[in-house]
């Protein structure tokens, strides 16, 4: 049994880790502000703080909790308020990431798991992108994101700090939706489940690439096995349009899917498709289960809500 810090534990993400670090029979603390996480997502067996990772407390933390290993998702997701308030977007994901990685070197934390985006840091893909392709943000987001892996290997410099970084493609799944802005098939499946119109930015070519929420948490869990420092993709490896999605929801549920168009928003990438090979060879992962079968899990979860 290992002791765990999982920043980001009331989230969509950071909640299915919780719960699988915990069903294996370890000791597990949360950090999280529930800015946009939510109390219901916490796991009762886990110690809660509601702590920003901005804050002086969290080296109070480090001192008196000594965590063995460091997961970090606590993080500002949204591209738009990036654009809106990068100085906000900086202070969280890059600062507040630093905060987090100085007190891991600090206190000798075995390893720290950095989730990063993918999804966002290569800037549209004409093929799948691998992890030494050009890095090309083009939201305030992306910048700070990588920012922080900066931060991490300038750590692992100062403190010997192990680490993996694990640059996400669009992740779906149970728990996404939770009231605001949110991944596209969060967004719809809701919809769709509440009788609701959805709304189409753009004319529906744009595509992502979708991995499922309990992969990623397999691939958290191989980021902890694995004796190798570095960076891994982790997505599917399927470039999948926003209208292939509107189709597939459709079908899942069995209804029709009523939606009106705007505009595209600032700072979203047209094409976004990633290459996992490396986590395949090197993390032993790879993902597991199909997007119909993740799409009726995350309907079934809304309909049940
Ligand atoms: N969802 C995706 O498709 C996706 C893709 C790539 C990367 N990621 C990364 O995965 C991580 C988790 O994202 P998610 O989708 O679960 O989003 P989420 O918003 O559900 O989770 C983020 C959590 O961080 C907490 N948080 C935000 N700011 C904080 C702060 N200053 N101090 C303490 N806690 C704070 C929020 O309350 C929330 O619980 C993020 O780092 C995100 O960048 C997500």
Request: glycine share 8%; with cysteine.
């Amino acid at each position: 049994m290992s002791k765990y810090l999982v920043t980001g534990g009331a989230g969509f993400i950071g909640s299915h880790l919780v719960d699988e670090l915990i069903k294996q029979g370890n000791e597990v603390v949360i950090i999280d502000n529930l800015s946009t996480g939510k109390k219901e997502n916490l796991n009762s067996k886990a110690k809660f703080f509601n702590v920003d990772i901005c804050s002086p407390v969290i080296k109070k933390i480090f001192k008196s909790e000594k965590f063995d290993y460091v997961f970090h998702l606590a993080a500002q997701i949204d591209v738009r308020v990036s654009v809106a308030k990068p100085e906000f977007d900086n202070k969280v994901n890059a600062m507040g990431s630093y905060n987090i990685f100085k007190n891991c070197g600090l206190n000798k934390v075995k390893k720290v798991v950095f989730i990063s985006t993918g999804g966002a840091l290569y800037g549209d893909c004409l093929k799948p992108a691998k992890e030494r392709t050009l890095i090309q943000p083009i939201s305030p987001y992306a910048i700070h994101k990588y920012t922080a892996e900066r931060y991490l290997e300038l750590c692992y410099d100062l403190y010997n700090l192990n680490y993996v970084v694990l640059r996400l493609a669009n992740v779906f799944g149970p728990r996404q939706y939770s009231g605001g802005e949110c991944g596209v098939i969060g967004l719809f499946t809701h919809n769709i489940a509440n009788n609701k119109p959805s709304t189409l930015y753009g004319d529906g070519t744009k595509t992502r690439d979708f991995v499922y929420v309990l992969d990623v948490v397999g691939a958290c869990l191989k980021a902890i096995a694995v004796k190798q420092r570095g960076v891994f993709n982790i997505g599917n490896g399927k470039e999948i349009s926003i209208l292939q999605i509107i189709n597939a929801i459709k079908k899942v549920a069995g209804k029709k899917f009523v939606y009106k168009q705007e505009k595209d928003k600032v700072g979203e990438v047209q094409r976004s498709v990633l290459d996992s090979s490396k986590a395949k060879k090197i993390l032993n992962w790879e993902p597991k289960v199909k997007l119909e079968q993740g799409l009726k899990n995350t309907i079934d979860w809304e309909m049940k809500k």
